[in-house]
């Protein structure tokens, strides 16, 4: 009864396996424990930045996650190099899916923060 309820929990295999397989250059083979291995990480990572980004909107005293809280997450957990695509990414959500001033201050400390950090 476990297994399928962490079945039910991960992406779909050919999604997982079009993600690595996108990750990594032509020729290079994945074996069928590593596909699983990444569908186990996605939900793994999934579920820890969501509880990331909960404990932000818990603080800010809001029940709804955004896409800023799971951006603010990202940069907490030390994945602040994924934040400025992912941003540009958001910028194409449909009006009303995220705050676009706490979004764009989310993005200009972010970036400021990568380039104090490279200099």
């Known amino acids: ?3 399928t309820m962490t079945e039910e929990l991960e992406l779909p295999r050919s999604v997982v396996t079009r993600i690595v397989k996108e990750a990594l250059p032509d ?4 074996a069928k424990d590593a596909r699983a291995a990444f569908g186990v ?9 969501t509880a990331t980004a909960n404990e932000i909107a818990t603080e800010n ?13 990202m940069d ?6 994924f934040v400025p695509q992912m941003a540009r990414t ?8 995220f705050s676009l001033s706490s979004l764009s201050a ?4 972010c970036e ?5 950090t490279t200099t």
Not at 112 to 116: L, V
């Open 106 to 109: 989310l993005l200009f400390l």
């Open 41 to 49: 990480a996605t939900r793994v990572f999934v579920s820890y930045i």
């Open 1 to 3: 009864h476990e297994n």
């Open 61 to 73: 005293k809001r029940k709804t996650l955004s896409a800023a809280d799971v951006l603010k997450a």
């Open 27 to 30: 020729g290079v083979n994945v």
């Open 76 to 81: 907490d957990i030390d994945f602040k190099q």
């Open 112 to 116: 400021r923060n990568t380039t104090t």
């Open 90 to 97: 958001l910028e194409g959500c449909p009006a009303g899916c």
